[in-house]
């Protein structure tokens, strides 16, 4: 027992240190608004560029425009402050035979991450106020919020495997979960891409998501 507890002890202590390096590298790649992959949010596209440092060659991503993208991300934006409803922008793209990345029909999550994702708010005094008020950390000096570039966010999704339901020990299968982490617990910095949607729109296309979640989630007092 005494063995197995100092066994867990160790790894548990590994983790933490595992753990530390990751957030640290995390913040380090934050000041530089680099792009760390995965799927590239409509609207743009990963362009990956080849630097020299002390006679060593790496590579860095930055996000690019892809204009057509775009300017359905700005009418989906507009139209939500319009109609003030999600379910309304998924029967307007599908009307407008609008489709995501994949070529399908966008549903509420994919309109929704659209909605919410800061990488189109426009890094100006509105957001900086923003993610302040949220004690968000901005690795990124009050200045370089111009009012030019779009914002960048790090540590704001967490992956989880867990088994499936009908999976056996002898055959164990997994599902990946992706949760959203609370905005506390983002990393707030300024890209090198162009931002394509104000501030204040981007905020208050937020306040309208908040309003009606909280709308739906109000118990019934009728019934």
């Not at 792009?35 to 990956?48: A, D, E």
């Not at 560029?49 to 002390?54: K, L, N, P, Q, R």
């Not at 990488?119 to 302040?132: G, K």
């Not at 570039?149 to 339901?165: A, I, P, S």
């Amino acid at each position: 027992k005494i063995v197995m507890s100092l066994l867990a002890s160790i790894a548990e202590f590994e983790r933490d240190i595992i753990a530390e390096r990751i957030a640290d590298n995390m913040y380090e790649l934050a000041k530089e608004g680099r792009w760390l992959g995965g799927v590239t949010p409509t609207g743009f596209y990963s362009k990956k560029e080849y630097i020299s440092c002390g006679g060593r060659r790496s590579s860095v991503n930055h996000l690019e425009p892809v204009p057509e993208e775009q300017e359905i991300v700005r009418q989906i934006f507009a139209r939500f402050l319009e109609f003030r409803s999600v379910n309304k922008i998924v029967e307007w793209a599908k009307a407008q035979k609008i489709r995501t990345k994949n070529g399908r029909n966008h549903t509420r999550t994919s309109i929704k991450n659209i909605l919410q994702n800061p990488v189109y708010a426009i890094a100006d005094e509105d957001t900086y106020r923003y993610f302040s008020a949220f004690e968000v950390p901005v690795y990124a000096d009050k200045n370089d919020f111009d009012g030019q570039c779009g914002l960048m966010v790090y540590n704001k999704t967490e992956q989880t495997k867990e088994l499936k339901d009908d999976s056996s020990a002898i055959h164990p299968e997994y599902v990946q979960k992706t949760e959203q982490r609370g905005i506390e617990e983002w990393i707030i910095s300024v890209g090198k891409h162009k931002g394509i949607i104000s501030g204040a729109d981007w905020i208050a296309v937020q306040k309208v998501l908040k309003e009606n979640k909280d709308r739906f989630a109000r118990p019934n007092e009728k019934s």
